[in-house]
């Protein structure tokens, strides 16, 4: 199972951004696969999930300004964030659970500062 998230970047406050996760290596059209970030000098926090039927779910924090949606034919999960704030500063993971294992991608580097 590989998960490999890009999208990345340095943004203004008030900008937005959309970050991309390719999946390969388990049938990622019948699986959830969720977004999470981690902030510096805090725990790893749950940001958005979306299930094979397209149902989503979100965090508090960024209901609202964040969609999470998947493009089977490309095996890739996305996440457009909208309206940044400096607390979305963090680097951001996607994550599946598959054959009862729970598998991680390297992460990407969303940097919300003036």
């Known amino acids: 199972v590989q998960l490999q998230a890009s999208g990345g970047g340095l943004v203004q406050p008030g900008e937005s951004l959309r970050l991309s996760c390719a999946a390969a290596?388990?049938?990622?059209?019948?699986?959830?696969v969720a977004w999470y970030r981690q902030a510096p000098g805090k725990q790893r926090e749950f940001v958005a999930s979306?299930?094979?039927?397209?149902?989503?779910n979100y965090s508090d924090s960024v209901k609202g300004r964040v969609t999470v949606s998947r493009d089977n034919v490309r095996r890739t999960m996305y996440l457009q964030m909208n309206s940044l704030k400096p607390e979305d500063t963090a680097v951001y993971y996607c994550?599946?659970?598959?054959?009862?294992?729970?598998?991680w991608g390297q992460g990407t580097l969303v940097t919300v500062s003036s």
């Open positions: 994550n599946t659970r598959y054959r009862d294992r729970e598998y």
């Open positions: 290596g388990f049938n990622f059209r019948l699986n959830t």
């Open positions: 979306i299930t094979s039927g397209h149902s989503t």
